[in-house]
C-alpha cells in the first residue's frame, strides 16, 4: 500500500500570509494526487486535482505542484475562510489513502 | 445541482450490523465510480470502498474487508454499503463521493454517524 505522509500536521499563520503543505508518497504516483480542504463539522471539498489542476470555484490562490513523489499546496495570500484542515489523497492506486491532515490556524 | 445524501447510520452493539445509503440526484448516477470515506471522531480521513459504474470493479481498505459490502443500483440512483461484524473503530462519520476515476472525489455528501458501543 501508498502512505502518504503530510507535514507540518498543524500551522499557524496571519491572514495574508503565504503557506507551504507538504505531502510524500511511499512511492511514485505519477500526478495521481489531489487536495482536500475540510472546515469543522462538514465535508471535505476538493481543491485541487492531478497534482495542479485548480477546481472550479476555487480561489487561484490556492496551487498545487510537484517534484517526484513530493507534492505541495500554496496558499497566496491567507483569508479568514482558509483556516481549515486540509489532507492530500492519492488516487493512483487501491487503497486510496489520504496524508493525515494538516490543521492551519489563526496566529 | 449534484446531490449526495447518506442515511441509516445510528447506534449498534458490537458484533452487530448496520446499512447505510447514499441518494444521489442532479447528475447521471450510472456514468460515475462512487467512494465511501470515513473520519472517526476528531481523526482524519480513510478510505473505505470504492465501486465502479457497473459494479464491476470493487475495492475495500483491509480495516473493512470481509466485513463490509458496498453495492449500488444504478436504477434507483443510490449507493450502499452493508457493514457486519461492527467494531468500536468502525465509530465514525461515513461519506458517500462522487468519483472522477484518478482525479479525487468532487462531491461529497453530508455524512452520517456511525457509533459502534455497547
Known amino acids: 500500500d501508498i502512505q502518504m505522509t503530510q507535514s507540518p500536521s498543524s500551522l499557524s499563520a496571519s491572514v495574508g500570509d503565504r503557506v507551504t503543505i507538504t505531502c510524500r508518497a511511499s512511492q511514485s504516483i505519477s500526478s495521481y494526487l489531489n487536495w482536500y480542504q475540510q472546515i469543522p463539522g462538514k465535508a471535505p471539498k476538493l481543491l485541487i486535482s492531478?497534482?495542479?489542476s485548480l477546481q472550479s470555484g476555487v480561489p487561484s490562490r490556492f496551487s498545487g505542484s510537484e517534484s517526484g513523489t513530493d507534492f505541495t499546496l500554496t496558499i497566496s495570500s491567507l483569508q479568514p475562510e482558509d483556516f481549515a484542515t486540509y489532507y492530500c489523497?492519492?488516487?493512483?492506486?487501491?487503497?486510496?489513502?489520504f496524508g493525515q491532515g494538516t490543521k492551519l490556524e489563526i496566529k | 445541482e449534484v446531490q449526495l445524501v447518506e442515511s441509516g447510520g445510528g447506534l449498534v452493539k458490537p458484533g452487530g450490523s448496520l446499512r447505510l445509503s447514499c441518494a444521489a440526484s442532479g447528475f447521471t448516477f450510472s456514468t460515475y465510480s462512487m467512494n465511501w470515506v470515513r473520519q472517526a471522531p476528531g481523526k482524519g480521513l480513510e478510505w473505505v470502498s470504492s465501486i465502479s459504474r457497473g459494479s464491476g470493479y470493487i475495492y475495500y481498505a483491509d480495516s473493512v474487508k470481509g466485513r463490509f459490502t458496498v453495492s449500488r443500483d444504478n436504477a434507483k440512483n443510490s449507493l450502499y454499503l452493508q457493514m457486519n461484524s461492527l467494531r468500536a473503530e468502525d465509530t465514525a462519520v461515513y461519506y458517500c463521493?462522487?468519483?472522477?476515476?484518478?482525479?479525487?472525489?468532487?462531491?461529497w455528501g453530508q455524512g452520517t454517524l456511525v457509533t459502534v458501543s455497547s
Open positions: 492531478a497534482a495542479s
Open positions: 489523497q492519492q488516487s493512483y492506486s487501491t487503497p486510496h489513502s
Open positions: 463521493a462522487r468519483e472522477q476515476i484518478g482525479l479525487g472525489a468532487d462531491h
